[in-house]
């Protein structure tokens, strides 16, 4: 049995951690084979193929049998199809100048290879209910007298979308009313007033829901915000779409005669492709939708169509900016007429010589009802107990004698 010589074929991209190829970009990179003897060849080539693939099957669907028998029907699939090539390029990397084929060792060889992408815009890659978009690499080894081999490297395209356009900033509001019931059985109406800040945004960032729910009806009512992706698949003159949830979140039940108020209610964008708006037969697009859950009656429902792009928003970046220096000025204030901390107060010894205290003393006379107060006043600081801090709140203290009380003399010592 004949073991092939050729153990690897691979092709490695250089930013293989990148976010993906756009229009009028280089794709550099090298085509890895690995060898485990003398291996001749006759060249290795390089394609970039692109397209856009739509497929679905209708019925099933009565048929009418041949014959003129009416009565018996069969029941058919009709298979819808529609493709468009997006990008085709190739290229030879290694070719052979003679009739014996170029001799490689073995080992690894690296051949590198760079691939300009078309300047047209492309359609951003993308796999869906029926169809998708896709962008493969393939390379092909050719030998004398084996079959060509080949291995086939997925490309990933985006096609940016800039949702700091102009159309993509401004607001955009929707309102609707329903009436819960009918003829005389009508219990009151519900209405829905919604508003986004703008049109445009990319994965990771929130949408701020504005939103002003009125029950008027007799039922409880529960809202709710989801984010659709809404695919269109367009075949043969005929067209299918797919909707999903790809987010949601839930607010509180409103009970009949109240009103709710939505300022500002986050739902965060997941990871998602971004709207594909350029392609003949497949679209992407996405839309926010307020829902109100009326039991035993249609929901009410109001919806925005919303861009998922892949530039950011420039406010958004700038948001904790903004923040910052709207505040600044504020603190600068605060800090200027915050008043300076007081000085501590002079020491006694420092400002009253020993001299003049001798004589204060001195003449200060002594009687037996100051005597009395200061034991007293002695008796009240014995109770108290110092932090470890050694400093003790400032406490008036009104004390009285026998003979004080009489001449309704009031005496403060500060504890």
Sequence with gaps: MMVDSVKTLRVLFD??????????????????????AHTKIKAVQLCAK???????????????CPFGLAAITTKLLFHTFEENQLVCLSKTLVEATGNDGLTLEAGHHQIPFELELPQRPLVSSF???YGYVCYLVKAILQRPFHRDQHVCREL????????????????????????????????????????????GYCNGQSILIYAQIENCCSRLVLPKAVIYQIQTYMACGKIIRY????????GSPIPSGCCATWNGK?????????????????????????????????KLKVELPVIIGTTPCNAFGN???SMVSQFSPVMNWLALSLPDPPEAPPNYADIVSE?????????VPCSQQASELIAGAMSRLSTVKHTSLGLVPAVFSELESGAAAQDKAKVYILL
């Excluded at 909707?243 to 839930?250: F, L, T, Y």
């Excluded at 350029?278 to 679209?283: Q, V």
């Excluded at 001299?355 to 003449?363: A, D, F, G, L, N």
């Design 127 to 129: 796999t869906g209910k």
């Design 15 to 36: 930013n293989d951690q990148g976010n993906g190829y756009s229009s009028g970009e280089l794709v550099t990179g090298h085509v890895l084979i690995e060898l485990s």
């Design 319 to 321: 948001e904790s900016l």
């Design 355 to 363: 001299v003049e205290r001798e004589q204060h003393v001195s003449t």
């Design 156 to 199: 990933p395209i985006i096609s940016h979308v800039d949702v700091n356009s102009p159309q993509l900033v401004c607001p955009i509001s929707e309102n609707s009313e329903k009436m819960v019931g009918f003829w005389i059985f009508a219990s009151g109406p519900v209405s829905l007033n919604v508003n986004i800040e703008r049109k």
């Design 243 to 250: 909707k999903q949830v790809v987010a949601s979140v839930r």
């Design 266 to 298: 986050k739902l965060k964008i997941p990871l998602v492709s971004p709207s594909i708006l350029n392609s003949d037969i497949l679209r992407v697009e996405y839309s926010l939708a307020v829902i109100v859950q009326i039991p035993g009656a249609k």
């Design 50 to 64: 692109g397209c856009a693939r739509v497929s679905w099957f209708d019925g099933p669907r009565s048929q009418p």
